[in-house]
Structure formats: C-alpha cells, structure tokens
C-alpha cells in the first residue's frame, strides 16, 4: 500500500461517554480471545441491529489503542459506510472497494487504505452488487483474508446479516470467529437461535454476543430475554453496546 495514499472522513462523530466505554470493554474483551483469533466476521441475524456500528467503532477503538487493525466492508449488496461516514480519498480520486477488487477491476493497493488512525486502515466496498456470491466463492477473497491476517493483527469483517442472504456463511467460513450483534427488545430469540446454527453449519465460533440498545440494569430486557435461554451458546460473553 501507497503511504501518501489515505482516505478522509468526513463524518466521524465522538460517541457518547457510555457507548465509548461499552466499546472498550468489547475490545479488551477481544484481546483476552487468544493470539489465534485474528479473523472476526461481526454480523447480525437481520438488518438493523448495529453490527455496522458496532464494527466500525471497535476498529477504530482497536486502532486507536495501538494495535494494528484494518476493517473490511464485506456487505456487497448494501453498503452504506462510504456515505455515512463522508468518506472521500485525500488525492480527490474515485474511492475503489472490496467488490472492484474481487472482481478484477482493481488491485489491492488500490481498495485498502490508510486512515487518520496510525494503526486503523481501511477497505471499504464503494459500489454495491446484486449478487457478490460468486466474487465471496472466488479464491482471491480467501486469499485476501489471509494476506490481511498475517499483516495485521486484527482484521474485523462487517458481514451481511444471517437471515438475509448466504454471503455471511462463506465469509465467516474464513473467520476465526463471529461476533453476533442483537437488537434489545426487537430481535425474536428464535431468529437469534436460526444464526447459532448458521454459524455452527458455516464452521465460524461463536465468540460473543453484543446485545445493542439495551439497558443491562437488573431485571431488565437482558436479563429477562437472554440471560437464561441463550447461556449455553455464548458461554457467558455478553456485551452491551449503543
């Protein structure tokens, strides 16, 4: 990668003191998952449940806490990422992504990114597919994964949801891990249960779960929703974030 080549983000808002302290504790959380797990899809079981936010900032958490990290926009069919955040090159050219890469139109050089974080860089997917299942299935994306493995060392894949489509199988199939984002008070605990079993048929531990818009005080929807019925799953490792 070019080092005069970096992106800008234009929108990148300070999170609230709460939400930012939810996030810490998921990235030490991480850290304690062992020096083997490297690769972490971070999904969900349908849209709107945070996981691009939650991926997002543990990256740039990571980052920001002096381990080197890069995060890959594994959504082909719906990304929104390059829009939210404003993000724009700093050489004013076009910004190129994951599916231009996978597809042969660009390099690698060309698709991963510098950031203003020293150890945070960046592969974002700029133009949406209807159908990346092809591009996932394709060698060059395993390739990619390991490449990015061994040269950093964490490397965060913002999936599509479970529900939706197979896209987060085949990614996770190349994971070390997943990380399972649910929506408090919204998510139905049998859909949650349908993406345990994805992931257990795609090979891809499950490491935790982040339970997102919640208030984990006693008595509360997380205790009463979660807590019992999912422990044998998540082996205890819950998070509270957003």
Known sequence: MQEDKKIIMSVNPELPYAIEEAINRLRINVNFL???????????????????????????????????????????RNSTMVEKYGIKRSDGQDVKGLSHYLSGDEELDEVLFHTDLENGDLLPNAENIINPSMLLDNKKFKELLKTMGEQYRYVFVDAPPLGMVSDAERIGNLCDGAILCVRGGSTPRALVKEAVHQLERAGCPLLGIVLNRVSDSKGGYYNKYYSHGYRKYYSGKYYTGE
Do not use: H, Y
């Open 34 to 76: 062992g020096k083997d797990v490297r690769k972490i899809m971070i999904v969900s079981s349908e849209p709107n449940e945070g996981k691009s936010f939650i991926s997002f900032s543990l990256w740039k958490q990571m980052a920001a806490a002096g381990v080197k990290t890069v995060l890959i926009d594994g959504d082909m």
